[in-house]
């Protein structure tokens, strides 16, 4: 299976066969930010491992050939992160992106161009916010009859707080799109979390969805899960893991996630 682990801003060891090929661009008098390029050629799936043990910066570029196929899984650790994605999508490409991010801060910028009819994205993310983390999302719909369906959900704990701004375009003429977002945020303390959806839509053949949720669980959730047995804090764990593992299908991204969890609710 394809792997990469990557150490602050560098890889530190990776193992890949022949359906991606990886460039790595040094930061240097050009350039200040380390660069990973990824091109994907054939049907894979591939694991992204990252460890912040220092503030970082990074680029990450991805490209998906015509009528490839592929998963990534991602774990995101450690300290404060800059880092920008660029995806590049050609005809009937289909990307799924699984994201578990528990890191003390996070900068991200994603930029996502579907360039060919019939591309596909799908990314779901996950994290366990207990510093502050800003996402930026740009869904960019460059051809006709090109889907995007983005998901994010965040716990939001200790002094931590949140920001998702999450941008679909679709320009007049590109029709047949499809554009969904779905954000939510559990806050667990007083900190100000905020959701910004947006959809640019010009042109009327397109189906369009967006929901942005912030607050807590219910009150009837957990009066329910305790009249069945369950103490508050049992039936708030059972709520946690539900609301992280939801959407995750990967039985190793799922056993990271609640590994991670179990620092805070058991």
């Not at 054939?42 to 991805?62: G, M, R, S, V």
């Not at 990307?95 to 003390?104: D, E, G, L, M, R």
């Not at 740009?138 to 051809?143: A, G, K, R, S, T």
């Not at 931590?160 to 554009?179: D, I, M, Q, W």
């Amino acid at each position: 299976m394809n792997r990469i682990y990557v150490v602050n801003d560098a890889i530190e060891k990776h193992s890949l066969d022949g359906c991606v090929s990886i460039d790595v661009v040094e930061k240097n008098d050009f350039f200040s930010v380390n660069s990973i390029k990824l091109h994907f050629l054939e049907d894979t799936t591939i694991w992204l491992y990252y460890e912040a043990k220092e503030e970082i910066k990074l680029d990450i570029f991805i490209r998906v050939e015509a009528n490839v196929h592929v998963t990534i899984n991602e774990v995101r650790t450690g300290m404060r992160t800059k880092v920008q994605y660029k995806y590049y999508l050609d005809e009937y490409a289909d990307i799924k992106v699984n994201k578990f991010y528990h890191a003390s801060q996070v900068r991200e910028l994603d930029i996502i161009n579907l360039n060919g009819v019939g591309a596909n994205i799908r990314t779901v993310l996950k994290s366990i916010a207990t510093g502050e983390e800003k996402y930026d999302m740009m869904i960019y719909h460059n051809e006709v009859q090109t889907t995007s369906d983005i998901l994010n959900h965040a716990v939001v704990d200790q002094k931590g707080k949140l920001t998702f701004n999450v941008t679909s375009v679709v320009p007049k003429g590109k029709t047949g799109c499809v554009a969904n977002q779905m954000n939510r945020v559990i806050n667990l303390n007083d900190q100000k979390c905020k959701i910004c959806p947006n959809l640019l839509i010009d042109e009327y053949d397109v189906t369009a969805n967006h929901a942005a949720l912030i607050g807590k669980f219910a009150d009837d959730e957990l009066f329910y899960l305790q009249s069945r047995g369950l103490t508050r804090e049992e039936a708030m764990s059972l709520l946690m893991k539900g609301f992280l593992c939801s959407n995750i299908e990967e039985p190793e991204l799922l056993n990271i996630i609640k590994d991670s969890m179990n620092q805070y609710w058991r």
